[in-house]
């Protein structure tokens, strides 16, 4: 299957201050990329999708000005927790979409809020 | 409507025996029905999918049940091994739109030796 880099796979930070994760898609083109979020023992929640070059669609209840996506190229998508604060702790998971319309998920990213 | 419903939440099987989850949903647009295997503290990985115009599907070991008019679909894991203990997420999707997973709520299999 495809490849999907996830980074980092784990952070820690303080509370207030903002992490970035990055999501590559390294051997095809992501035309759509997706973020989740996932609890302990828990199924995966979608938080936003979004597209190359367009604003991404925010899942209700997701706060798009503390979760910022930016799908800027083909192969790379952000999201940024801004203000983390401990209830912000969990797992993120990006997922990516190219051509053959199969969706394949990175390793995912452990953030903790201290 | 757009729930996908998975049982049972947990499994335990014995090394060798027939390992089977269940998934049903109600959205008759959804094109696309994937099964995600995931180990603790990694991402989801595919599986194996299948296309409602299929009834059945086999890849190794696994295999996925459709029944279309029944809006129910299943996966079986025949000889299950003690690797195969993971959580087990089926999904539905439709292809032409976003392709926007929606997910069942998991099963966590044990595979005892």
């Known amino acids: 299957g495809a490849v999907v880099s996830q980074h980092p796979s784990r952070v820690i930070c303080k509370s207030g201050t903002s992490v970035k994760i990055e999501c590559r898609s390294l051997?095809?083109?992501?035309?759509?990329m997706f973020w989740y979020r996932q609890f302990p023992k828990q199924s995966l929640m979608l938080m936003a999708t979004?597209?190359?070059?367009?604003?991404?669609?925010?899942e209700q209840g997701v706060e798009k000005d503390k979760f910022l996506i930016n799908h800027a190229s083909l192969t790379l998508s952000t999201l940024t927790v801004t203000s983390a604060h401990p209830e912000d702790s969990s797992f993120y998971i990006c997922?990516?979409?190219?051509?053959?319309?199969?969706?394949?998920f990175g390793q995912g990213t452990r953030l903790t809020v201290v | 409507q757009q729930q996908v419903k998975q049982s049972p939440q947990s499994l335990i099987v014995q090394k060798g025996g027939i390992s089977i989850i269940n998934c049903a949903y109600e959205?008759?647009?959804?094109?696309?029905f994937p099964w995600y295997q995931q180990f603790p503290g990694k991402g989801p990985a595919l599986l194996i999918a299948?296309?409602?115009?299929?009834s059945e599907k086999k890849e190794g070991r696994f295999t996925i049940s459709f029944n279309k008019s029944a809006k129910q679909f299943s996966l079986h894991i025949m000889d299950s091994q003690p690797g195969d203990s993971a959580t087990y997420f089926c999904?539905?999707?439709?292809?032409?739109?976003?392709?926007?997973?929606?997910f069942g709520q998991g099963t966590t299999l044990q595979v005892k030796p």
């Open positions: 051997d095809f083109q992501a035309t759509t």
């Open positions: 959205n008759t647009a959804f094109d696309y």
């Open positions: 299948i296309r409602p115009d299929v």
């Open positions: 999904a539905a999707s439709i292809r032409s739109n976003t392709g926007k997973l929606i």
């Open positions: 997922s990516a979409r190219g051509s053959i319309l199969l969706a394949f």
């Open positions: 979004s597209n190359e070059g367009s604003k991404a669609t925010y």
